[in-house]
């Protein structure tokens, strides 16, 4: 068993389930929506975007695009939730948590992605 490519798939997992965990619960209802969880799960998705860098196959490069594109949304969900408490008078209203779970709900629709294409390679690997 390769390790190397065990952890590699236990992080994209782990950015999958954990982003899933936020996005879970009623999208205007911030009790359903830990920060700690967003904070959780923008640090696995950027360590799983780290392992992506340096595999120059095709399907390498979509699986670092999809990565790359729930990192830009997760951030995003995260700068609006700190601009909502630090900056903004009326703070997290729904209508602010229901664009940061919808921002978190895109990330995980990239995850998704990145998921499916490591069970397509992972079929595709030759014994």
Known sequence: MNTEKVVFAFFIVLALTVNFGFFLGDIDNIDH??????????????????????DRTYIGAVLLATSLVA?????VAAVDWGLALHVREEGLTPATVARIVSLSGGALLANVTS???LMIEAALVRR
């Open 115 to 117: 998921v499916i294409l």
């Open 71 to 75: 990192d830009l949304q997760l951030v």
């Open 33 to 54: 929506h830990a920060v700690y969880e967003l904070f959780a799960a923008i640090i696995i998705s950027f360590i799983a975007t780290a392992m992506k860098f340096g």
